[in-house]
């Protein structure tokens, strides 16, 4: 399998090549949709290469040039894609950055290489830019900008419109007739396609350069297992300084001609999604979480007959599902009562989030709670799991249509090996596997063996090929017995409840195992106000006592599914949530337990003290930039 899937690559594939491809063989087809005051515009691919091509010969004249960096800064826009493709053709670095990103961490990107441009989407990362420049030793010369508002009267040196590159562009172009081709065909399959990082779990985030063939490998293994097809229509909204962003909305929309459809602004994805309909849907298991809250919401404040409707079929179609994915076999009425919800029910769901035509639907990044994807397969989305790292090209392993399980993350895909090490570590070897870390010779090393990539995840192997992934092998501790466990699979299934957000297992080195608790102000603010319980803000709620009872059954299934020595025995509601300006995750929500270990160490001792409260004083950082404290009294909480 593994060798087929190798065979079928072409080994001078490039992004230059498939973009001239779909140019010529399919120029009329759209390839991308943006949503601009509520108005759809459609580009066709011919339209779109020229338009890639224009950005590249006008990055070229303002001195973009292999090994050079162009920071790309902000949410979702056809443009800022388009730079990205237009960089890779330049052989140099697209270097997208997390819109929420901080001066500091921008800072740390300018220390790894030089950065010579930034496209900004609007006024506000245009500043953020600005400032970067002003606050550091190297400078950012030219600053493209999307969205001119704001803009107009800003004289700071080297910023110019989008439509100005462009212009400077295509003069470049209509010089020479034959600059076209040269573009298309100048990089390799070697040269970089994306500058990423590491989610900076442990410390500074690590530069990882994907080659084009990495990504281009990684895309034809994915469709080899049928994660995708050819002709998707797919809604880019996730953040693109994420690896699966750029494999799906990137490189796979390059090579298997996707309609890209990019929604108005973050805010209006759902109402956008429903108006598009995608074929193919991926997202966090927080994204489904909030998804179901929403449905529940909705249903619950529908009329008695379509609340009666709702609970009949979907407990029926959740009991059926559960049935067969214990290997069960369901009853002779099962398919009419299926029929039946569909049409009065499930259908009309489906519709209202636009997601009536979708064919294939996955969850990755963290483990989804069973409640999630039970329901969303019962409503009639084949949800499956996949895994993936920056690392290897973000596709790794999915499970298959007839192979899903709630506790694997199925078999690596047609042209990835997979085995474990004497330490239960996950290693891979493919061609989507990066050359190392940018300048970083010794972690290079730690991570690559003999062409293997050490994912740094512990996890198994099943005997039928199937793929548990159990946590980070870094996280791999002990209790004061010497019982051996991964924090964040505990903190993953605690996090299958809708009403905690987030979670800290603490307990290395001693006798039993607590928790300290996020809840997710959404989902409990709304239970609240349907409940008639009051409060007056996220600090107040998150320590009533019916919020504490509402969330304890998380923790009684816990401890259900572990051995006795790692049950959870207190916890406590934290008073504010952990947030990435604050340190405490990162941007991808990963948790930086050194940090919330020693922030909250007060909160960490009286969970072991045998106190009854704690009284905490947490950092806070405000939109507006400044810090500020959330002071509380915790009461500590017995399971």
Known sequence: MVEAAKSQFSASETIGALLARNAS?????????????GIWKETTWAEYAEEVLACAAGLEKIGVKPGKAVLILGDNRARLYAGMLAISLLGAYAMPAYPGATIEELQHFLSEVE?????????????????LRSASASGIAHIIYDETRGLSFYEDDGLMSWDHLIEIGLHSLNEDPRRRDELLNRAKPEDPAIFLHSSGTTGKPKGIVLSQKNVLAAVRNGHAAGVFGEGEEILAYLPMAWVGDYAITVAAALMFRFTVNVPERQETVVRDMREIAPTFYLAAPRSWDQMLTTIQVGMENSTPLKKWLYHFFMDRAIAAETRKLNGQSGGALEPLGRFLG??????????????????????????????????YRALGIKLRQFYGQTEHSAITAMQAPNEVRLHTVGKPVPGVEAKIDENGEILLRSEGVFNGYFNKPEATAEALTDGWLRTGDAGYLEENGQL??????????????GERYVPNYIENRLKFSPYIKDAAVVGAGRDELTAMICVDFEAVGHWAEVNGV??????????????????RPAFERVNKAVTEPLHLKRFVCLPKEFDPDDGEITRTRKLRRKVVEERYADVIAALYDGSTKVHVSAQVAYETGEMGKVERTLPIREV
Not at 29 to 36: D, F, L, S, T, Y
Not at 471 to 477: H, K, P
Request: cysteine-free.
């Open 342 to 375: 569909e049409a009065l029910i499930f259908g009309p769901i489906k519709d209202q989030f636009g997601m009536s035509r979708l064919r294939n639907a996955f969850t990755g990044g963290e483990a989804i709670g069973e409640d999630t994807f039970v329901f």
């Open 468 to 481: 548990v992934v159990l946590g980070r092998v870094s996280e791999v501790m002990h209790t004061a017995g």
């Open 25 to 37: 063989s399919y120029g009329s087809n759209i390839a991308i949709r943006e949503k601009e005051r």
């Open 115 to 131: 950065i010579v441009a930034a496209i900004a989407e609007d006024q506000e990362q245009v500043d953020k830019v600005l400032e």
């Open 534 to 551: 009051p409060y007056v803000s996220y600090s107040d709620l998150s320590q009533r006592d019916e919020v504490a009872a509402l969330i």
